[in-house]
Nanobody
Framework: QVHLVESGGGSVQAGGSLRLSCAASGYTYSGGRMGWFRQAPGKEREWVAVVTIGRGITYYPSSVKGRFTISQDNAKNTVYLQMNSLKPEDTAMYYC?????????????????WGQGTQVTVSS
């Protein structure tokens, strides 16, 4: 059974930084991908960063590229999301997701495991 637990959310002013963590337990696959998604009230869930397990290739949408950085610590089975230069539009619930399969990186439906989320609020 795979469990993903996010932490590190909070409230910050615009221009500030936060680092989210996703601790994975039970993930015994040597491949696949892990990522961060976010969902604001009334909006669809959208991807913000993905890393391939093993090779460590990272992907970002244009909305966060250059501001967010995803990284993985294989020894700790943890994935991080460093968020810098935060904007009010980054306010959302942030979710960690994982899939042992290859496939589209930006579609929530293609991920098998999800955490419960951590709230990020950015004030202007």
């Amino acid at each position: 059974q795979v469990h993903l637990v996010e932490s590190g959310g909070g409230s910050v002013q615009a221009g500030g930084s936060l680092r989210l963590s996703c601790a994975a337990s039970g993930y015994t696959y040597s491949g696949g991908r892990m990522g961060w998604f976010r969902q604001a009230p009334g909006k669809e869930r959208e991807w913000v960063a993905v890393v391939t397990i093993g090779r460590g290739i990272t992907y970002y949408p244009s909305s966060v590229k250059g501001r967010f950085t995803i990284s993985q610590d294989n020894a700790k089975n943890t994935v991080y999301l460093q968020m810098n230069s935060l904007k009010p539009e980054d306010t959302a619930m942030y979710y960690c997701a994982a899939s042992p399969r290859t496939g589209p990186i930006n579609r929530p439906d293609d991920y098998d495991y999800w955490g419960q989320g951590t709230q990020v609020t950015v004030s202007s």
